[in-house]
Structure formats: C-alpha cells, structure tokens
C-alpha cells in the first residue's frame, strides 16, 4: 500500500452528528456525516451524508460531488427552477451555487468536497 493510494473498504469514519452550518429554514432536519476521508490539509473530505426531512439556505463555496443512493430532495438555485433528485442520481455542485437545499424523504448520499 502507498500514501498515495487510500482505500476505504476498511475505513472507521469520523461520526458528527447535527454538523450542518447551512442555516435551517423549515421542518426539524438531522444529519449524520460519516466522513471516512480528509486530506491532510482538510481541503478534501468524502463519505456519507443521511439527513431527514427539512430546508436549509445554502451557499456553496466547495465543489461537491453526490452519489445519491436514498431518498428525495430539492436543489432550488436563487431565481432559478427547482432540480428534484432522487436515488440513483449522480450530480456535481459547483462552487457559488447558492438557493435552497430541501430534504423531502430521507436521503442517505456518498459526497466528495474538494
């Protein structure tokens, strides 16, 4: 094995519970972050995300990467249409997107953050 190479079957994740910056708008969300990765000099993370029902004002300033595997949600960008996603969808986040995260059925997602 190199240091260059990190594989992640074997991984103990990092367990925050609630860790959200994002301010809250409706309903009584939760999350867990089970971050099995972070770069050195923590400009990197990845794992899995699992959040309950809510809404959140957000405002990117990392790209992100999801692999959703559970759930429902609604990206809606500021002035734009609401994006519905659900499991089975991969999309990109890109940095400055800002507008509204909502949680509709429970999701469960891989991320990365670079």
Known sequence: ???KIKVLRDAQPDVLLDASSWE???GDPHTV???AYASEDGT???GTWICT???WAVNYDKWEYCDFREG???LTPENGEPIHLKAGDIFIVEPG???TW???ETVRKYFVFA
């Open 33 to 35: 972050n089970l971050n």
């Open 72 to 74: 429902y949600c609604i």
């Open 44 to 46: 990197k993370t990845m």
């Open 53 to 55: 029902p809510g809404r």
């Open 1 to 3: 094995m190199t240091d």
């Open 24 to 26: 809250k708008l409706s």
């Open 97 to 99: 997107f800002k507008g």
């Open 102 to 104: 909502e949680v509709v």
